[in-house]
């Protein structure tokens, strides 16, 4: 299996414009998260889908933060408009367990917002 | 505020040494406590994971000590390798539920 797949790995934008994050789960696993992984804030749980239902989404910052996950091989995440704070990589996982224990994490992307 | 705090912030140990991290947590709820390893560049990977009716867990070199009635657990690395040199986050959860990650720990281990 390619384990997470995320795309693109490193993402540079500038402030205002419209960015979209890209992930395809193991396949088999039902949950997926999106995580946001800063200096200063660690990883943080963003958003949780099980069965392509989103379950959790307590952790997007702000209404500039939407998540999809339209079927079982594919979510994004997309930021609109970009703001320079949202610098950060941005990890997808998915996991065959409800909830996300024993998750497995994709590369992740790097994004800077200038 | 972080559920589960970790230290220390980064440690240093000499090739063959013990490198021992401690993660503490407030919610006796958390009935799962996994440990991940990240290497720069990469996602964090899952390293062990113990649940709260054993005290001890051992996979290879490394070992996972929990203690229920401190609320604390810890991760030990037995004849730390060069290769061990990465960042490792604590974390719980309860009910297989919503992972919270301790702050992270870089371990540098020196040959």
């Known amino acids: 299996d390619a384990g997470v797949i995320q795309s693109p790995r490193h993402e540079v934008t500038e402030m205002g414009q419209e960015v979209t994050l890209r992930c395809k789960p193991i396949s088999g696993h039902n949950s997926l998260f999106w995580y946001r992984q800063t200096m200063m804030r660690g990883l943080e749980l963003l958003i949780y889908?099980?069965?392509?239902?989103?379950?959790?989404d307590s952790g997007m910052p702000e209404d500039r933060f939407s998540a999809k996950m339209p079927n079982a091989s594919f979510s994004t995440l997309k930021i609109q408009p970009s703001e320079p704070r949202d610098s950060a990589v941005y990890f997808c996982?998915?996991?065959?367990?409800?909830?996300?224990?024993?998750?497995?994490f994709g590369q992740g992307t790097r994004l800077t917002v200038v | 505020q972080q559920q589960v705090k970790q230290s220390p912030q980064s440690l240093i140990v000499q090739k063959g040494g013990i490198s021992i991290i401690n993660c503490a947590y407030e919610?006796?709820?958390?009935?799962?406590f996994p440990w991940y390893q990240q290497f720069p560049g990469k996602g964090p990977a899952l390293l062990i994971a113990?649940?709260?009716?054993?005290s001890e867990k051992k996979e290879g070199r490394f070992t996972i000590s929990f203690n229920k009635s401190a609320k604390q657990f810890s991760l030990h690395i037995m004849d730390s390798q060069p290769g061990d040199s990465a960042t490792y986050f604590c974390a719980a959860s309860m009910s297989d539920y919503k992972l919270s990650f301790g702050a992270g720990t870089t371990v540098t281990v020196r040959a």
């Open positions: 113990i649940r709260p009716d054993v």
């Open positions: 919610n006796t709820a958390f009935d799962y």
């Open positions: 996982a998915s996991s065959v367990r409800v909830g996300g224990t024993e998750a497995f």
């Open positions: 889908f099980n069965n392509n239902v989103p379950i959790d």
